[in-house]
Nanobody, 109 residues
Framework: QVQLVESGGGLVQAGGSLRLSCAAS??????MAWYRQAPGKRRELVAR???????NYPDSVKGRFTISVDNAKNTGYLQMNSLKPEDTAVYYC?????WGQGTLVTVSS
């Protein structure tokens, strides 16, 4: 079973950028999703890339977040720009039933 390890979280000021990485232990065939969970809230999808390269984003991050996958490195990325305090959450990468451990993103106002 593939294992996922996220990295790249941290503290950033509003308007700043971060890039999260998710290293997979095996092939992910170009597909991955990123979710986030803020304190007291449900886990929500923030980006998905499907085999074939189509992507999906909720309106809350569309135009600011970009998901990509480097198949040669078995690594997925989430580029986050124009960050807002409401983007503060633990971010998880996901591949089918497999989840990473999460990485905390904190956006200060």
């Amino acid at each position: 079973q593939v294992q996922l390890v996220e990295s790249g979280g941290g503290l950033v000021q509003a308007g700043g950028s971060l890039r999260l990485s998710c290293a997979a232990s095996g092939s992910i065939f170009g597909a991955m999703a990123w979710y986030r969970q803020a304190p007291g809230k449900r886990r929500e999808l923030v980006a998905r890339i499907n085999i074939g390269g189509s992507t999906n984003y909720p309106d809350s991050v569309k135009g600011r977040f970009t998901i990509s996958v480097d198949n040669a490195k078995n690594t997925g990325y989430l580029q986050m720009n124009s960050l807002k305090p409401e983007d503060t959450a633990v971010y998880y990468c996901n591949y089918y039933e497999v989840w990473g451990q999460g990485t905390l993103v904190t956006v200060s106002s």
